[in-house]
Each structure stands twice: as structure tokens, then as C-alpha cells.
């Protein structure tokens, strides 16, 4: 459990130590950001998000879409409107951007999740020895775990794949690796 008061403290005790008028604001911006996290009851939320970040989960999303246009619309159906969040269109990732001077919520497609595959990859994760003849296989496995792994390399049908899962949103996936980049020739 995430002990906010110690953090506070601390930035507090920085803060005080601080002679950098730029340092002074960003500390009073870090100790915002804690007290807007407490005073909206959201502590147990940014708990599970940091433990995601330690767990190398897919990058947190706020909903999933079949179709652009179902996106489009619920995204600008919100009130107030979100200033920027991901969301997924299909499995595909997209930045969701209010824009004030249109009045809507604009969404474009970011290469978020082939830099989070890339990554994956280059980390050379250690499979886990689970291996399917199907896609079909993988997928009715990863779907009757009760808790899935946030993600998890599996074996479906010769090819690496990581089983993943975007627990905000309790959406379950299987995502093809790529090639990890080879090692740099560079002395």
C-alpha cells in the first residue's frame, strides 16, 4: 500500500531545502498531484497503476472500442470532456485529445503499442513454457484465468505471443511478438 503522508513529507522536506524557484513549483506540483489522488478517493487506483508500470502491463487505456466511429462518439459524449487519455480501437492504441477550439475530442492513432511490443521483445522475456496449436487455444485459455498475468509470453503455434492483459478495462489480448532488434555493432 502506497503510504502517501511519507511522500509528502519528503517532497515537503525537499521543497524546504530547495533554493531553485523552478525545483520550489515542481515540488508544489508533485504534492498537488498527491493531494488531488487522496482528495478524489483515487489512491487505490494509482496503486494499481504503479504496480502495472512495475509489472511491464500493456500501457493503460480508459475504455475499448469496436469501431472508430462508436469511439468518436462516446468519447465526445463526455462531460466534462477528458484533456488526454489512450484508448483502444479494436486492439489498436489511440491518443483521445480534447481540443478546445473545435469543441471535440479528437483521436489519433499512436504507435504506443508497437513501442510496448518492440520493448517486450527486446526484453527477451522468459517464455513460460505455455505453448498452443491455435490462436483459438491461447485465447480460450488466457479467458478462463480468473486473474490473468498482466502479460506473459505463450508459444501459439511456433511463433511467441504475449498474452496481455489491460486490467483497467478488463480486457484480455494476445498480441504477436516481434523480432527482437538485434544488438547494436557499434565498439
Known sequence: MMHFFDKLEVLGRHYSESTSEE????FIFAMDA??????TGQGTEFEA?????EASAPPLVIAR????????????????????????IGDDYYSAMFVPATGRTHLVRAE???????????ERLKP??????TKEEAEAWMNQQPTPPQQVVIDVAGAPYLAAYHHRIDYRVLYP????TPPSQEP
Open 49 to 53: 497503476y504503479v504496480q502495472s508500470q
Open 128 to 133: 513460460s513454457g505455455l505453448s498452443f496449436a
Open 65 to 88: 472500442f469496436k469501431t472508430r466511429e462508436e469511439a468518436e462518439a462516446a468519447m465526445n459524449a463526455r462531460k466534462p470532456p477528458i484533456d488526454s487519455a489512450r484508448v483502444l
Open 23 to 26: 525545483e520550489k513549483q515542481a
Open 177 to 180: 511478438l516481434p523480432a527482437p
Open 34 to 39: 498527491i493531494y488531488f489522488i487522496l482528495g
Open 112 to 122: 504506443t503499442l508497437d513501442f510496448y511490443l518492440q520493448a517486450m521483445a527486446d
